[in-house]
């Protein structure tokens, strides 16, 4: 027993305690991945369309160029968002609300008409 104690007690603790920082840094890098998809999933749920739709009523409204505080080819999203953003505010209100409305008519009808395939009329 003192055998035990002495020896086999000392190099299980070790061993444990080597187990211990694997399992911790896992949960941290497995929770870090975790928080990682999370954001991208909101990105793609809200951020993408967001940026889309605006850069539909710049191109409608017949912006051709957006100013960019970075080079096209290394932006990131954030970076891209913020400048589509910048051309959408500048865009007169006026001009913009009718774009807008003219892009929410184009898909209420695109609705209705893929509604009556789909009901066979």
Do not use: H, W
């Amino acid at each position: 027993m003192r055998d035990f104690e002495q020896y086999e007690a000392a190099r299980i603790e070790e061993r444990v305690r080597g187990e211990e920082r694997s399992y911790r840094q896992y949960a941290k890098t497995s929770l870090d991945l975790e928080s990682q998809m999370r954001e991208a999933r909101r990105i793609m749920r809200d951020d993408i369309p967001n940026v889309e739709t605006r850069l539909t009523v710049l191109e409608r409204a017949g912006v051709s160029q957006l100013e960019c505080d970075c080079s096209a080819s290394d932006a990131r999203l954030g970076q891209l968002a913020a400048a589509v953003d910048r051309g959408y505010r500048a865009v007169p209100d006026a001009l913009r609300r009718d774009v807008e409305f003219a892009i929410r008519r184009e898909q209420r009808a695109l609705d209705r008409m893929r509604d009556s395939i789909s009901m066979g009329r």
